[in-house]
């Protein structure tokens, strides 16, 4: 299978720029298993799509403001985005500089304090922050939201409210779930209120997760490492919906990766073994072929191109089916990508 086969052209203008004035005003396309119409719908149209006794899992991470500036002593400028909070003061990070640092070297950083480069590993460096207060809390009024590379305009202070979801609590994804993005509050009751249920797991979005596949050839393509929590309680949960006949739907592919990742941890190939109790790392790499069995719908947001994220829909509800829906999609000018429009896909007939 290669890279090329998840190919599309999209006009430039679908990339949404902006998210709407509310969060769960965006459109929903509706894909079910062919030959079955999609079915173009608003997002609030969840509360009739889904059924009492369902079961919505979301992603609990909260997106930290990973991004700094700084300089070199020798003057260059530097650019740090944070992948991953290591714990004290050090963090890994993406570097953007003329001219590899090496360890020892340390970054004058714009908001006050130092970054010192202690190693690299691959395309992250490990840096030790000298800065007056934890890093984690530092951040919050030091670092800014590194919005996703397809937005071209500088974050604003709307974007610190909207590029977190409602029911965000777990400091550490330099990215949004961006699923969970259209609900709100209101939404959120009225599906409370249909006897919907909710639960949670926590995967952390690393900055990998914008790093194109460079390999043509997809079994050549080395999956980057995102840390998750699928606890006792959601598992617990999940039985107890199936139990009585009711579906386990999730917020967004990273919520397909934690769980197949729980999954795959006690069984060790793609659908084998119960669903267990998991924390720690993944690299799990999801596509057509790779049987999908700890969801039974899924709601996304429209992928790049050639992303692991559109062959992981794709595994979900069939290539074909699923390239028919984005052409749809293009066709009825849906918005695309972080701040765009949403999909409910259920699987395809084989899954």
């Given at each position: 299978m290669k890279k090329s086969d998840f190919h599309y052209e999209l006009p430039p203008e679908l990339i949404a720029q902006a998210p709407l004035p509310e969060r769960s005003a965006s459109r929903l396309l509706v894909v079910p298993p062919a030959p079955a119409p999609l079915q173009d719908r608003s997002f609030r149209d969840l509360t009739e799509l889904l059924q009492p006794g369902d079961l919505l899992v979301f992603n609990d991470t909260r997106v930290i403001p990973a991004r700094l500036?700084?300089?070199?002593?020798t003057g260059g400028r530097v650019e740090i985005l944070i992948e991953r909070l290591l714990g004290?003061?050090?963090?890994?990070?993406?570097?953007?500089?003329?001219?590899?640092?090496?360890?020892?070297?340390?970054?004058?950083?714009?908001?006050?304090?130092e970054a010192e480069v202690l190693g690299r590993d691959g395309e992250f460096y490990?840096?030790?922050?000298?800065?007056?207060?934890?890093?984690?809390?530092?951040?919050?009024?030091a670092g800014r939201l590194p919005l996703p590379p397809y937005i071209q305009r500088e974050p604003g202070h709307d974007d610190d409210e909207r590029y977190q979801t409602?029911?965000?609590?777990?400091?550490?994804?330099?990215?949004?779930p961006t699923a969970g993005l259209h609900f709100d509050e209101a939404l959120l009751e009225r599906l409370r209120g249909r006897g919907i249920e909710f639960g949670h797991v926590t995967l952390h979005v690393?900055?990998?997760?914008f790093q194109p596949v460079r390999a043509e050839h997809?079994?050549?393509?080395?999956?980057?490492?995102?840390?998750?929590?699928?606890?006792?309680?959601?598992?617990?949960?999940?039985?107890?919906?199936?139990?009585?006949?009711g579906r386990v739907i999730a917020v967004g592919t990273t919520v397909v990766r934690a769980l197949e990742s729980a999954t795959r941890h006690e069984g060790g190939q793609s659908g084998?073994?119960?669903?267990?109790?998991?924390?720690?790392?993944?690299?799990?790499?999801?596509?057509p072929g790779y049987r999908i069995r700890s969801v039974d719908g899924l709601i996304t947001n429209f992928h790049l191109p050639e992303s692991t994220?559109?062959?992981l829909v794709s595994a979900f509800a069939g290539k074909e089916r699923m390239f028919a829906a984005y052409a749809h999609a293009i066709a009825e000018r849906y918005r695309f990508f972080s701040y765009g429009d949403a999909m409910l896909l259920w699987p395809t007939a084989a899954t």
């Open positions: 500036f700084g300089q070199k002593s004290g003061s050090e963090a890994r990070a993406q570097l953007g500089v003329s001219k590899s640092p090496k360890p020892g070297a340390r970054i004058a950083l714009d908001a006050g304090g490990r840096l030790r922050f000298h800065v007056p207060e934890s890093l984690e809390h530092w951040l919050l009024h409602v029911f965000a609590r777990e400091v550490g994804a330099v990215a949004a690393g900055a990998g997760t997809l079994d050549q393509h080395v999956m980057h490492s995102e840390w998750l929590n699928v606890g006792a309680g959601l598992i617990e949960q999940i039985r107890r919906t199936r139990a009585a006949g084998e073994g119960e669903l267990q109790p998991f924390a720690g790392e993944t690299r799990l790499f999801i596509l994220l559109l062959m």
